[in-house]
């Protein structure tokens, strides 16, 4: 399943939760881009976080937000060479 621009619009709000700390929410200004106003929309809607312009996460957010840093670190990671 490829992923669309609204899915990855998704992921890069989820990011930039810090899902050490369910202390610490996330604030999306009216003046950010249109992009990530409907993205944090679409994330409220489907119940990951707990206000339509950021807030906190919810458990089914921080469990989510916590796959999404998996896969961010596994992605970002060095490649080891084969031997």
């Known amino acids: 399943m490829p992923f669309s ?9 989820l ?4 899902v050490s ?3 610490q929410g996330l604030k999306v200004h009216s ?3 249109e992009d990530a ?3 944090t929309e679409r994330l409220f809607a489907k119940g990951l976080i707990t206000q339509a312009d950021g807030g906190y ?3 089914f957010g921080i469990e989510t937000a916590e796959h999404v840093d998996a896969l961010v ?5 060095k490649i ?3 031997q």
């Open 5 to 13: 621009n609204e899915m990855f619009e998704e992921i890069k709000i």
């Open 21 to 23: 700390s369910t202390a």
């Open 73 to 77: 670190t596994v992605l970002g990671s």
């Open 37 to 39: 106003i409907a993205a």
């Open 15 to 18: 990011s930039m939760f810090d």
């Open 80 to 82: 080891p060479e084969v």
């Open 57 to 59: 996460l919810t458990q």
């Open 31 to 33: 003046t950010a881009g």
